[in-house]
């Protein structure tokens, strides 16, 4: 099994850590690798789009050759794991909680529909124990200027939600072999959502 972590920034490394972990915890046989050209997506069998900032994160892919390449992958089948504003990435709908459409560079592969920012700016910063579909207890969520699911249409569909007090939001959501997370599961110590989308490469 070949995994990719798209490299331009964000928590690069810390994915990359988690999936070798996930790896040896389920026996697979794999490596890891960081993707920043289009030639590193030849041979994927899986890539992991990790936070950040979702806008740089497209116009650098855009400019190396890399969005167009992985956008037809992607769309065309190969898992794909988007954590944060790789959710973001993700996402056939895009907005912003201020300024509205963004118009950014994004992949699309996913019928959901993200609101950046939701939760605020980077001070608004908070964790949350979540209830995630396919997971046996709570999953501790790390949430950094995350954004939310607002919608899922089939077949996507929203598999964790989190109620705000104000509003109930979806924070995760699959579609095939593809998850998006609007939290951080790379910055915890708890491996599972990683296995299971690794499972989901495996079948």
Same mark, same amino acid.
Request: net charge positive; aromatic share 6%.
């Given at each position: ?7 331009? %920034?964000? $928590? ?11 790896? *040896? *915890?389920?026996?697979y046989t794999g *490596?890891?690798?960081?993707v920043?050209?289009?030639? %590193? ?8 789009? =990790?936070? !950040? *900032?979702?806008?740089?994160?497209? @116009?650098?892919?855009?400019?190396? $050759?890399?969005? #167009? ?5 992607? &769309? ?5 794991? $988007? ?9 056939? &709908? @895009?907005?912003? &909680?201020? @300024?509205?459409?963004?118009? /950014?560079?994004?992949? !699309?592969?996913?019928?959901? #529909? ?7 700016? %980077? ?9 995630? #579909? +396919? ?5 501790? $969520? ?11 249409? =089939? =077949?996507?569909?929203?598999t964790?939600?989190?109620?705000? +007090? /104000?509003?109930?939001v979806?924070?995760?959501?699959? %579609? ?8 951080? =599961? #790379? ?7 990683? &296995? ?8």
């Open positions: 099994m070949r995994i990719g972590v798209l490299g331009y %920034q964000g $928590g690069v490394y810390e994915h990359v850590y988690m999936l070798r972990r996930a790896l *040896e *915890e389920l026996g *490596e890891v690798i960081v920043k050209k289009p030639g %590193q997506l030849e041979g994927l069998d899986g890539i992991v789009i =990790p936070g !950040g *900032e979702s806008t740089t994160m497209g @116009v650098l892919a855009r400019r190396t $050759g890399v969005l #167009e390449r992985l956008r037809d992958s992607i &769309r065309g089948g190969l898992p794909a794991m $988007g954590t944060c504003a790789g959710a973001i990435m993700l996402a056939e &709908r @895009v907005r912003d &909680r201020v @300024v509205g459409e963004t118009g /950014q560079p994004v992949i !699309g592969a996913m019928r959901i #529909e993200v609101v950046r920012n939701y939760f605020g700016r %980077q001070r608004d910063s908070f964790e949350a124990d979540l209830e995630v #579909e +396919g997971l046996d207890s709570p999953f501790r $969520g790390v949430f950094i200027r995350s954004p939310a699911i607002l919608s899922a249409e =089939p =077949p996507a569909r929203i964790a939600w989190l109620d705000t +007090g /104000q509003a109930k979806g924070v995760a959501a699959v %579609q095939g072999p593809h998850i998006a997370t609007a939290f951080h =599961p #790379e910055l915890t110590g708890d491996t599972r959502i990683h &296995r299971m989308w690794l499972r989901v490469i495996k079948k």
